[in-house]
């Protein structure tokens, strides 16, 4: 709660107050090499953001583009050697003579080894039987169900990347695991048109492995660089063990079907720079839908422009603290001047006598000021006199800081003299006070009434006015503003009373006091303010009668039979 306007009659500023004791404030000094420094780092800082974000943007533009030619580059050789194997069994099932299984055979055998990425090959007839097989295996099986054969009946067939369950254990290179193949098969033809059977191949996933390793040896600055090998569907063919077999954590990239780049922030919550790209086949192979992604933790790709934007910082802050000295030094001219003026006004303010303003040299302002400065203070000692008949009329009661008897009678006059408006007027007066005063002395009290006051200031609105009249008795107006509900009086008063209560410690002892609270509304209650008043002193009295510790509303029908 603070005081309203001052009462009728009187201006701003008569109420004394007690001079507030300014903080230690900055010295002119070293403002000037503050704002030095201050205004040559904030540059530099904006030179650092501007440069670095635009060599950044350049950088992630550059290592993007990078990250798209690569996977491009990966999909286009997937696609191709897709495509080369696919034409080498194309042409070999139109080679009349393999439709003899003997023949079949051995060549084979001769292509198994020749070429280790042939984990199997085998001839099956029209019914699904393999009747040659590369190391023997399989030799006699039935894979009349399985796509290689279904689909190699029908044409040239390219199946995606798959688990082979019938080989586990069974390819040397791929012991202990469960392999994965890719699958070509042809139909095997005679020359009528007439199908014998399938020529169909089994070529280990781990040659697609050696591709990646062949292409990223040569980067070895590109630190960080995870690539991913993807099926149509988006599951991870190739790619760290734990995102094998599962969808791309980020199923935005492979969203869109065109080739590209972007920064992202992945669900591991780092920020990769990612290359896309999607393969499309080559000549008449149509491809397998496989996209490629090539990523690199941004923070790695923008080591070189963080270092730049420090190297930026740390030369700005070099020139910062070096301008500074020099503002330091040049303001020393304007400071040391107004130093002596300082120091001569704050010894005038303690009332030494014999002090004058010194008449400075410096800056034609600065001997202008000291020059005003003396004649404001002769001035004002002569209005001595007049300072002391001010301050004997101060509306402030020193001990709680809270308005005294004066001001609020005086602001109770001003704001209900024109006869509008409505206000409630409460009288409060403690219980229990003499019985302190007496114990433990009048320093007790002095601590009790100044943390009640603390309390009842707190409680009240910003325009009420709560007031000490004297002793132990405080009042409070509660004016009632157009647009704002009326004060719950009652609900206010409990609140009162329950502050009250809280106990006061003095020198380690806890005092508790009470209060009695009175209450009446102008103009319900009387048009007459006064009269008013005398309404709520007399609810306080009953208050006090009742049993103390209270709040009584005055009633024109109980209060005045009483009276």
Same mark, same amino acid.
């Given at each position: 709660? @603070?005081?309203?306007?001052?009462?009728?009659?009187?201006?701003?500023?008569?109420?004394?107050?007690?001079?507030?004791?300014?903080?230690?404030?900055?010295?002119?000094?070293?403002?000037?090499?503050?704002?030095?420094?201050?205004?040559?780092?904030?540059?530099?800082?904006?030179? !650092?953001?501007?440069?670095?974000?635009?060599?950044?943007?350049?950088?992630?533009?550059?290592?993007?583009?990078?990250?798209?030619?690569?996977?491009?580059?990966?999909?286009?050789?997937? $696609?191709?050697?897709?495509?080369?194997?696919?034409?080498?069994?194309?042409?070999?099932?139109?080679?009349?003579?393999?439709?003899?299984?003997?023949?079949?055979?051995?060549?084979?055998?001769?292509?198994?080894?020749?070429?280790?990425?042939?984990?199997?090959?085998? /001839?099956? $007839?029209?019914?699904?039987?393999?009747? &040659?097989?590369?190391?023997?295996? #399989?030799?006699?099986?039935?894979?009349?169900?399985?796509?290689?054969?279904?689909?190699?009946?029908?044409?040239?067939?390219?199946?995606?990347?798959?688990?082979?369950?019938?080989?586990?254990?069974?390819?040397?290179?791929?012991?202990?695991?469960?392999?994965?193949?890719?699958?070509?098969?042809?139909?095997?033809?005679?020359?009528?048109?007439?199908?014998?059977?399938?020529?169909?191949?089994?070529?280990?996933?781990?040659?697609?492995?050696?591709?990646?390793?062949?292409?990223?040896?040569? +980067? @070895?600055?590109?630190?960080?660089?995870?690539?991913?090998?993807?099926?149509?569907? !988006?599951?991870?063919?190739? !790619?760290?063990?734990?995102?094998?077999?599962?969808?791309?954590?980020?199923?935005?990239?492979?969203?869109?079907?065109?080739?590209?780049?972007?920064?992202?922030?992945?669900?591991?919550?780092?920020?990769?720079?990612?290359?896309?790209?999607?393969?499309?086949?080559?000549?008449?192979?149509?491809?397998?839908?496989?996209?490629?992604?090539?990523?690199?933790?941004?923070?790695?790709?923008?080591?070189?422009?963080?270092?730049?934007?420090?190297?930026?910082?740390?030369?700005?802050?070099?020139?910062? +603290?070096?301008? %500074?000295? #020099?503002?330091?030094?040049?303001?020393?001219?304007?400071?040391?001047?107004?130093?002596?003026?300082?120091?001569?006004?704050?010894?005038?303010?303690?009332?030494?006598?014999? *002090?004058?303003?010194?008449?400075?040299?410096?800056?034609?302002?600065?001997?202008? +000021? %000291?020059?005003?400065?003396?004649?404001?203070?002769?001035?004002?000692?002569?209005?001595?006199?007049? +300072? /002391?008949?001010?301050?004997?009329?101060?509306?402030?009661?020193?001990?709680?800081?809270?308005?005294?008897?004066?001001?609020?009678?005086?602001?109770?006059? &001003?704001?209900?003299?024109? !006869?509008?408006? %409505?206000?409630?007027?409460?009288?409060?007066?403690?219980?229990?006070?003499?019985?302190?005063?007496?114990?433990?002395?009048? =320093?007790?009290?002095? *601590?009790?009434?100044?943390?009640?006051?603390?309390?009842?200031?707190?409680?009240?609105? $910003?325009?009420? *006015?709560?007031?000490?009249?004297?002793?132990?008795?405080?009042?409070?107006? #509660?004016?009632?503003?157009?647009?704002?509900?009326?004060?719950?009086?009652?609900?206010?008063?409990?609140?009162?009373?329950?502050?009250?209560?809280?106990?006061?410690?003095?020198?380690?002892?806890?005092?508790?006091?009470?209060?009695?609270?009175?209450?009446?509304?102008?103009?319900? $209650?009387?048009? =007459? /303010?006064?009269?008013?008043?005398?309404?709520?002193?007399?609810?306080?009295?009953? &208050?006090?009668?009742?049993?103390?510790?209270?709040?009584?509303?005055?009633?024109?029908?109980?209060?005045?039979?009483?009276?």
């Amino acid at each position: 709660m @603070t005081a309203i306007g001052q009462p009728s009659g009187s201006t701003a500023g008569e109420r004394s107050r007690p001079a507030r004791k300014p903080g230690r404030a900055i010295g002119l000094r070293a403002t000037v090499a503050v704002t030095v420094a201050v205004l040559l780092l904030g540059s530099t800082l904006v030179k !650092g953001l501007v440069i670095g974000n635009g060599a950044a943007d350049a950088l992630a533009k550059e290592v993007g583009n990078s990250m798209t030619g690569l996977a491009q580059s990966l999909a286009r050789q997937l $696609d191709s050697t897709m495509w080369a194997r696919a034409n080498q069994i194309a042409a070999l099932s139109r080679i009349e003579a393999l439709k003899d299984p003997a023949v079949a055979q051995s060549t084979i055998d001769e292509l198994k080894r020749r070429d280790p990425t042939i984990a199997w090959i085998g /001839m099956t $007839d029209v019914n699904g039987r393999v009747v &040659a097989a590369s190391n023997g295996l #399989l030799m006699g099986a039935d894979i009349s169900s399985r796509p290689v054969h279904q689909e190699g009946m029908k044409g040239l067939f390219v199946g995606d990347v798959h688990e082979a369950v019938a080989l586990r254990g069974k390819v040397p290179y791929l012991e202990g695991e469960t392999p994965k193949f890719v699958d070509v098969s042809a139909p095997l033809q005679k020359a009528d048109g007439s199908i014998v059977g399938v020529l169909a191949t089994h070529y280990s996933w781990e040659w697609a492995h050696a591709l990646i390793r062949q292409l990223v040896e040569p +980067l @070895t600055d590109h630190k960080g660089l995870t690539l991913y090998i993807l099926s149509a569907d !988006g599951t991870v063919l190739i !790619g760290p063990d734990s995102a094998v077999g599962k969808p791309l954590p980020v199923a935005t990239l492979t969203s869109r079907q065109r080739d590209g780049w972007r920064s992202e922030v992945w669900p591991d919550g780092i920020t990769y720079v990612t290359g896309v790209a999607h393969g499309k086949g080559l000549h008449d192979y149509a491809g397998l839908g496989w996209t490629v992604v090539a990523s690199q933790p941004a923070d790695i790709v923008y080591a070189e422009t963080n270092r730049l934007r420090t190297m930026i910082v740390g030369v700005g802050a070099l020139l910062a +603290l070096l301008f %500074s000295g #020099l503002g330091w030094i040049a303001a020393g001219r304007i400071a040391r001047p107004l130093g002596a003026i300082a120091d001569a006004a704050e010894q005038i303010g303690k009332g030494e006598r014999g *002090v004058a303003i010194p008449d400075v040299g410096g800056a034609a302002e600065i001997r202008r +000021l %000291s020059a005003a400065l003396r004649e404001m203070i002769d001035s004002l000692t002569n209005k001595d006199a007049a +300072l /002391m008949r001010l301050e004997d009329i101060a509306y402030e009661d020193r001990l709680t800081a809270l308005p005294n008897r004066r001001y609020f009678e005086q602001y109770v006059e &001003a704001s209900t003299g024109t !006869g509008g408006g %409505s206000a409630t007027v409460m009288y409060i007066d403690l219980d229990g006070f003499k019985p302190v005063n007496d114990r433990l002395g009048h =320093d007790a009290g002095d *601590v009790v009434l100044r943390q009640i006051g603390g309390r009842l200031a707190s409680i009240f609105r $910003d325009d009420d *006015v709560v007031a000490r009249l004297g002793g132990d008795e405080f009042a409070a107006v #509660l004016p009632r503003r157009a647009g704002r509900p009326a004060p719950d009086t009652a609900e206010l008063a409990a609140r009162i009373i329950a502050a009250v209560n809280e106990p006061v410690s003095f020198n380690g002892e806890r005092v508790r006091v009470g209060c009695s609270i009175g209450i009446a509304s102008w103009p319900e $209650d009387d048009r =007459d /303010m006064a009269t008013v008043m005398r309404h709520a002193d007399a609810a306080l009295y009953k &208050a006090k009668r009742d049993g103390r510790n209270r709040a009584v509303r005055w009633i024109r029908s109980v209060m005045g039979a009483e009276g």
